[in-house]
């Protein structure tokens, strides 16, 4: 018999007996409470001292395309980024990028690799045949002028010679490529690649060539080295000071502490991928969407602010760069389920809370979400946004008109328990985009129950009037609601319901 984690709900420290053993409930429980709860009844403060500036290279995408029923010679995919709005992406892409030979715009290795690789390069190009589509990098410099973004470009360092490289930085300078991010090769750092580089200084050797090579044609390209996610993934957190812990695996470690103090890495770059599927015992695995969201939703709100400040003092404040983030888990298991999952409703909420947390910290220079086919769905319609390309439009149509950010600080209009202050991490999150004509504020709700904003509290007196769209769940499905033009009298007061599961977009003017 199978018993669902669903007993858990009304606490995370519930515990039941199986077979004469007791077990804690999984950690996602801890959001799920009951819609039938009074809404608390808040207050908005915004920091007028915590401004950032609005930089749209933080809603970013990771363009790996080799599953895709695109590719970047398509005018359909250049509409696509001009509906949502976006303007940064990551060429060839994560894993492929390692094998990318530019050249031909397939797949292969100068190396002699292991046997699992050898299958995965061979699983590449066949899916080049299969479809019969390209992965050119004339097409990608095409498209890249066609939209005018920019992009991070990961160098493959692992299969490729120097002198290939060479070639390539001398044809995006021919072509007039405005190269500005290199990424040296992906997830290096991994005990998969040690037939690549058996250590991080054969890593840092063959960075160290590719380097001089590439500042030869662009003197000002900022390049990034890749570092381990343990901080973020491990139960072991980095100790006390920030640095390194003893019980982490010691490649990671020698990777991460090495590649930090590198003269040849302008940034650090770390992936992030929550996990629904940490539990190793299956019957506390996930069902639907809601329990996979709720998972990942508590991993990451747990580990990003402990995993951004080992970065900050590992690198000495070196900028970060999140080049892929999002959902992510072990072959076995992406089923049917999980497939499901990454395109939901829910994992669109999931979307708008990392992206809430991503946009207030200052150290993050670069943020892609993985992975950018996730951004449509073909139906019998057509090529239609799904939920994830609808949430990042969401954000993008204020945030490519928008000047600056404001940490927005979230307490309670009444006192209870002696507790002032409700933090970002505990399930609802804001902050308020401006510029000159109009702001926009943001409220992600991550939880299954209802906030009212009691009163909204600015430096700036101006805003006489405000105007709400809002996405909500419910019943799995995202609905819309939407407020024209209330009056936002002097008292501030705004008395406006946020729903459960929610993203909450406010216009004050």
Request: include cysteine; charged fraction near 20%; hydrophobic fraction near 40%.
């Amino acid at each position: 018999m199978k018993i669902k984690y669903a007993l858990c709900k009304n606490s995370v420290f519930f515990k039941f007996l199986l077979c004469g053993v007791y077990f804690t409930c999984p950690t996602y429980s801890i959001l799920a409470q009951e819609n039938d709860v009074k809404p608390i009844s808040i207050i908005l403060s915004v920091e007028a001292d915590h401004s950032i500036p609005v930089n749209l290279k933080k809603y970013g995408v990771n363009g790996a395309l080799l599953w895709s029923n695109y590719n970047y010679g398509d005018n359909e995919l250049a509409t696509l980024y001009e509906q949502i709005g976006i303007s940064f992406s990551r060429f060839p892409g994560g894993t492929i990028g390692n094998f990318y030979n530019w050249k031909t715009g397939r797949f292969s290795c100068y190396k002699k690799t292991n046997a699992l690789f050898e299958k995965r390069i061979s699983g590449f190009n066949r899916r080049l045949n299969k479809t019969n589509t390209r992965y050119s990098i004339n097409d990608f410099v095409s498209f890249i002028k066609k939209t005018g973004g920019d992009f991070t470009y990961v160098v493959n360092t692992m299969c490729e010679t120097p002198k290939t490289n060479a070639a390539l930085f001398k044809f995006m300078k021919a072509s007039n490529v405005m190269l500005s991010h290199i990424e040296m090769s992906n997830e290096v750092y991994s005990s998969g690649y040690d037939w690549a580089f058996e250590g991080v200084e054969s890593y840092l050797k063959s960075v160290e060539v590719n380097y001089l090579s590439i500042k030869d044609y662009y003197p000002d390209v900022k390049v990034g080295l890749v570092i381990s996610p343990i901080s973020f993934n491990s139960k072991q957190y980095p100790e006390k000071n920030g640095m390194l812990n003893n019980a982490w695996p010691k490649r990671l470690k020698l990777f991460d502490a090495a590649i930090a103090k590198s003269m040849h890495g302008d940034a650090l770059i770390i992936h992030l991928y929550g996990n629904p599927y940490k539990n190793k015992i299956d019957f506390f695995g996930p069902e639907t969407n809601k329990e996979h969201y709720l998972a990942v939703m508590g991993q990451f709100n747990k580990k990003f602010g402990i995993s951004i400040e080992y970065l900050k003092l590992l690198g000495n404040n070196k900028p970060i760069w999140v080049t892929e983030w999002g959902v992510t888990t072990s072959a076995e298991k992406r089923h049917k389920k999980f497939k499901k999952y990454k395109k939901s409703n829910y994992q669109a909420l999931f979307m708008a809370s990392v992206l809430t947390s991503i946009s207030l910290e200052k150290s993050i220079e670069i943020a892609n979400y993985h992975i950018l086919s996730d951004m449509w769905n073909v139906t019998e319609r057509g090529v239609e946004l799904s939920p994830i390309g609808k949430v990042l439009e969401f954000f993008l149509d204020v945030a490519n008109k928008a000047d600056n950010i404001y940490k927005v600080n979230i307490s309670p209009s009444v006192v209870q328990n002696n507790k002032m202050a409700i933090k970002q991490d505990s399930g609802i999150k804001s902050l308020l985009f401006v510029s000159k004509a109009e702001s926009y504020l943001f409220l992600i709700n991550e939880q299954d129950r209802s906030y009212l904003i009691d009163t909204i509290k600015t430096e700036n007196s101006i805003y006489s009037s405000y105007s709400v769209d809002e996405m909500f769940i419910k019943k799995n499905v995202f609905l819309n609601a939407r407020v024209e033009n209330k009056s936002l009298g002097v008292d501030r007061k705004l008395l406006y319901e946020i729903k459960p599961f929610s993203i909450s977009r406010i216009k004050l003017q």
